[in-house]
Nanobody
Framework: QVQLVESGGGLVQPGGSLRLSCAAS????????MGWYRQAPGKQRELVAV???????QYADDVKGRFTISRDYTKNAVYLQMNSLKPEDTAAYYC???????????????WGPGTQVTVSS
């Protein structure tokens, strides 16, 4: 079993910054992909940013140039630096990881419990 623990959410004014962190622990041989999704009230969960094992990144169009995703392989961690935050960025942010538990097992997708980001004056 793998656990994802997020931190760094909170209340910030428009134009402000936050940094989200997520650490994976448990039965981990390798992690192929790590990333962040978000879900606002009444909306579907959507991709924010993902990063692969060879550092390829993908961002949602509306966060490009404002958000930066990064990984620390030594800590099985992923980070999301969010700058120039807007009220429309308000949502619950979920960490995501595609994990290979052992060398012989298939990959499994895991989700964190979520951390709330609220952008408001």
């Amino acid at each position: 079993q793998v656990q994802l623990v997020e931190s760094g959410g909170g209340l910030v004014q428009p134009g402000g910054s936050l940094r989200l962190s997520c650490a994976a622990s448990g039965s981990i041989f390798s992690i192929n992909v790590m990333g962040w999704y978000r879900q606002a009230p009444g909306k579907q969960r959507e991709l924010v940013a993902v990063i692969t094992s060879n550092y390829n990144t993908q961002y949602a169009d509306d966060v490009k140039g404002r958000f930066t995703i990064s990984r620390d392989y030594t800590k099985n961690a992923v980070y999301l630096q969010m700058n120039s935050l807007k009220p429309e960025d308000t949502a619950a942010y979920y960490c995501y990881a595609v994990v290979r538990p052992t060398v012989s097992r298939n990959t499994v997708a895991y989700w964190g419990p979520g951390t709330q980001v609220t952008v408001s004056s």
